[in-house]
């Protein structure tokens, strides 16, 4: 399994484009790269997946590079409602084969 | 459309006692998880099914275990609940496997237990 590396933390202000990067060296030929949000006391909610280059829908964008070794998750303009965790999973055959790992908190300021 | 429902939403136990939490969804999808999250971690997975009078351990079964006797229903119980059982526990469900793409895992509100 594919396992991927997040920043613990991130600080934003209210309308920035905010970036986080995930790490997956030893992604698979077959895997895909998934984004999920999730608010305090809530489930985990699908934001974003990608396989190569760029992914974009009305929440975020997903730009994954060439050797596909690392993704970045794009939020633009960022309000105060972004602040979540934010997790990054590597996998191709469904859910009981990806994990979810600590994520990236977000924190969004005034 | 009510999407992944799971109940209760909130429980206290003794140590010893049992208890079975039930998740339920509408969309008819195929494959059904159970996790569980501790304070400031991520989820690990418990136990699974890919469908129907089908179920497979997860990361962390221990304690645990599943029954999927209906598509729409997966179960969870805890047999002699422990201290170290105390979380949130997540149901989610997804559409069947299929190659490439990892299907998008729709996930329920949560039941927080607590075992004394």
């Known amino acids: 399994l594919a396992k991927t590396t997040q920043p613990i933390s991130m600080d934003s202000y209210e309308g920035q484009e905010v970036n986080i990067t995930c790490s997956h060296n030893?992604?698979?030929?077959?895997?895909?790269i998934t984004w999920y949000q999730q608010f305090p006391s809530q489930g985990p909610r699908f934001i974003i997946q990608g396989y190569k280059t760029k992914v974009t829908n009305e929440v975020a964008s997903l730009f994954i590079p060439a050797d596909r070794k690392s993704s970045t998750l794009s939020l633009p303009r960022v309000s105060l409602s972004d602040t979540a965790v934010y997790y990054c999973l590597v996998g191709n055959t469904g859910g009981f084969k990806t994990i979810f790992g600590a994520g990236t908190r977000l924190f969004v300021k005034a | 459309n009510a999407g992944v429902t799971q109940t209760p939403k909130f429980r206290v136990l003794k140590t010893g006692q049992s208890m079975t939490l039930l998740c339920a969804q509408d969309?008819?999808?195929?494959?059904m998880y159970w996790y569980r999250q501790d304070p400031g971690m991520g989820l690990r997975l418990i136990h699974y099914s890919v469908g129907e009078g089908t179920t497979a351990k997860g990361e962390v079964p221990d304690g645990y275990n599943v029954s999927r006797l209906k598509k729409q229903n997966f179960l969870l119980g805890l047999e002699s609940a422990a201290p170290s059982q105390t979380s949130v526990y997540f149901c989610?469900?997804?559409?069947?496997?299929?190659?490439?793409?990892?299907?998008?895992?729709?996930f329920g509100p949560g039941t927080r237990l607590t075992v004394t």
């Open positions: 989610a469900s997804s559409y069947g496997y299929g190659t490439g793409a990892t299907y998008e895992q729709y």
């Open positions: 969309m008819n999808h195929e494959y």
């Open positions: 030893n992604i698979a030929t077959n895997d895909y």
